[in-house]
């Protein structure tokens, strides 16, 4: 049985855990029918949590305060600016992808400048500027939907053997970034700066350096994922990022990875962002009224964090 | 005069300045607020946006942050519509619960150790998930007492003035001046002395989050008493405006470093920004935008302001 008081060790655990245990109430309920078709859009769904919780595990890796609140706000200027820009053009997505970009880079150095000069703390200046980006994409939306081109539609909801092709994508990016996490001088730094930053700049990291990397691969995350959401959705909508500012926190600390900073763990976010959606179409499935649900949802998430709390301990 | 002006001084002055130079502009823009009517709209909402604040500032006191104050004050307003108006003694019973729900909460995340943004994120669903069982539909309506107290018209100074006047110095005097506020303030400075000197952690950290509470509890009973009616989500952006005030008025994230009275300013300043805003005839789009940059741009004013401070 050490197996099993090992695999409890493992941080990313308690996510699978509930993931895997509302799947198995769904299909239990509703048959399997319904749990093939829930599993689906869940990979959907919850690939979408997965990018932003990615640059927000990061950002919060490099310890307390470190927040960044503007991810809404990045993913609805992304998407908006984008699918103006596009107008429905198939063959100007590529450079519609690139303003999606240079919208996330330009968030990311915004938000990194105003935590270096103002030297507040890093939650009140996404805050802050999130307003400002929020404001140029109502400026700039005026309300409207826009479509997306056909194409990105298409690609956003393409499925191979059932698996959308966008979480396979965001699959190999993980492994990517969990490479990166633990393999490259970057990752090692975030790890170290989150652990103990006087250390961390005592043993020469370059902390402001990464931390400015940090806020700028999170931001293009965030624009990347405004881009595809805009896409899956049929256009960008104003309040399209709103769930992400809690889903991306939540995502990241069910996950396993630590509110204090110095431990993240990549496995553990596809599990929570399975779980968060699983979670809500349990509710559906019993049905369940609105107000039901939310308690519900509130209540597993702090008993999640509860449960798991010891090693998230300051 | 110069000895008035030290950087210390500038620092504990520079929300008050902030606030006095928007009321300015909006004296300049609209001469016509600059009376008793006129102060008396503009300054009516922010009441309960002041008495939110102050709830915050309890959270921000002991490091922790509330995230789902918006939602708790969104709840009480609700109760407050309907309960509290229809079956006084209900009312008081549930809205007595909401304040010993948050002391626990305070329990919770100092014995379990837990890390108090993510458990308010997720108590967050659990506010709005009460307040729409208990009002699925906006509605509901003002206990009569609430809406009198909130529309009084004093004669000489308009009752928002009043009521912020009288909410900063009761938190002042008890937080500021107080011993029991004293020890209060210390655990956001250092714990652990104030750990050793005797005192419980766990009782500290359950009184503040009570007082969160009963602050959250007070806002929602403003905020009906004037909107006179609720929905479940009337109050969701209290969250982010309660930080933001706080900080605005003063307050630092860590050290028990807060200012009641500047957090009651910050308040006041975030919700006349707005007005200030729609008297530039700017265009309704930038006005989220615009409260960003005053707010960036405070900030930058303290950091010049305490840089000063280093240097002498």
């Known amino acids: 049985m050490t197996w099993v008081s090992q695999l409890v060790q493992k941080p990313w655990v308690w996510a699978w855990f509930g993931a895997v245990s509302m799947w198995v109430i769904i299909t239990g309920v509703s048959g399997f029918g319904a749990g093939g078709q829930v599993m689906s859009a869940a990979a959907s769904f919850g690939t979408f949590f997965v990018i932003v919780a990615i640059g927000q595990m990061f950002v919060i890796t490099l310890g307390p305060g470190n927040v960044d609140l503007s991810i809404p706000a990045c993913m609805t200027l992304s998407a908006t600016l984008a699918m103006k820009f596009m107008n429905g053009d198939p063959g100007l997505l590529v450079p519609g992808f690139l303003i999606s970009l240079g919208v996330g880079l330009a968030i990311g150095t915004t938000n990194f400048l105003l935590i270096l000069f103002l030297r507040i703390p890093p939650i009140i200046a996404t805050l802050s500027a999130s307003f400002l980006y929020q404001s140029t994409a109502i400026w700039s939306n005026r309300g409207l939907r826009v479509k997306p081109p056909e194409v990105l539609g298409d690609f956003a909801v393409a499925k191979v053997a059932g698996v959308p092709i966008l979480t396979l994508v965001v699959l190999v990016v993980t492994v990517g970034m969990a490479f990166l996490l633990h393999r490259t001088r970057f990752g090692l730094s975030v ?49 399209m990022g709103e769930q992400y500012l809690l889903m991306s926190i939540a995502v990241v600390v069910i996950g396993g990875t630590s509110v204090a900073g110095g431990y993240a763990n990549l496995t553990g976010l596809w599990g929570a962002s399975l779980f968060m959606f699983l979670l809500v179409s349990m509710l559906n499935t019993l049905g369940l009224s609105a107000g039901y649900r939310l308690i519900v949802t509130g209540a597993i998430i702090v008993a999640v964090i509860v449960v798991s709390g010891r090693k998230l301990a300051r | 005069m110069a000895r008035f002006l030290t950087p210390k001084a500038l620092r504990t002055l520079l929300p008050a300045l902030s606030l006095a130079a928007l009321l300015a502009a909006i004296f300049y823009l609209q001469p016509r607020t600059m009376s008793y009517f006129g102060l008396n ?80 994120l997720g108590m967050s669903f659990v506010w709005t998930g009460i307040a729409v069982l208990i009002l699925p539909t906006p509605g509901g309506s003002a206990p009569e007492w609430i809406r009198t107290l909130m529309t009084l018209k004093p004669s000489l100074v308009p009752f928002p003035i009043i009521a ?6 009761v938190v002042h005097i008890g937080l500021m001046r107080s011993a029991a506020g004293t020890v209060l303030r210390g655990v956001g400075g250092n714990p652990k002395s104030v750990e050793r000197a005797g005192w419980s952690l766990l009782r500290v950290k359950v009184t503040m989050f009570s007082l969160a509470g009963l602050f959250g509890v007070f806002s929602g009973m403003a905020l009906v008493g004037l909107t006179t009616s609720a929905d479940a989500n009337i109050a969701l952006r209290y969250t982010l405006l309660s930080i933001a005030g706080g900080i605005l008025g003063g307050g630092e994230f860590v050290g028990g470093r807060v200012s009641p009275v500047g957090a009651v300013i910050g308040a006041i300043t975030l919700a006349l920004a707005g007005s ?5 005839r700017l265009n309704p789009d930038w006005q989220i935008g615009a409260q960003g940059a005053i707010l960036i741009l405070v900030l930058a004013l303290r950091l010049l302001v305490s840089s000063r401070e280093r240097r002498i």
């Not at chain 1, 700066?193 to 020469?204: D, H, P, R, S």
């Not at chain 2, 008081?92 to 150790?113: D, E, K, Q, T």
């Not at chain 2, 912020?164 to 110095?169: N, R, Y």
């Not at chain 2, 200030?276 to 530039?280: A, D, E, T, V």
Request: hydrophobic letters at 60%.
């Open chain 1, 191 to 239: 790890l170290a700066v989150g652990q103990n930053e006087k250390a961390a700049k005592l043993a020469g990291i370059r902390v402001e350096r990464v931390r400015f990397l940090t806020y700028l691969m999170c931001a293009v995350f965030a624009s990347v994922c405004g881009f595809f959401l805009a896409g899956f959705s049929g256009g960008a909508a104003l309040n």
């Open chain 2, 41 to 120: 709209l503009l300054l009516n909402l922010a009441v309960p946006i002041a008495l939110a604040t102050i709830a915050q500032m309890f959270i921000l006191c002991v490091n922790d942050l509330d995230l789902s104050l918006g939602a708790f004050v969104s709840l009480t307003a609700c109760i407050t519509a309907t309960w509290l108006n229809d079956t006084p003694l209900l009312g008081v019973l549930a809205l007595a619960a909401c304040v010993v729900a948050y002391g626990a909460l305070g329990a919770l995340i100092h014995l379990r150790n837990l890390p108090s943004i993510v458990v308010t």
């Open chain 2, 164 to 169: 912020s006047v009288v909410i900063a110095l």
């Open chain 2, 276 to 280: 200030f805003l729609s008297f530039l």
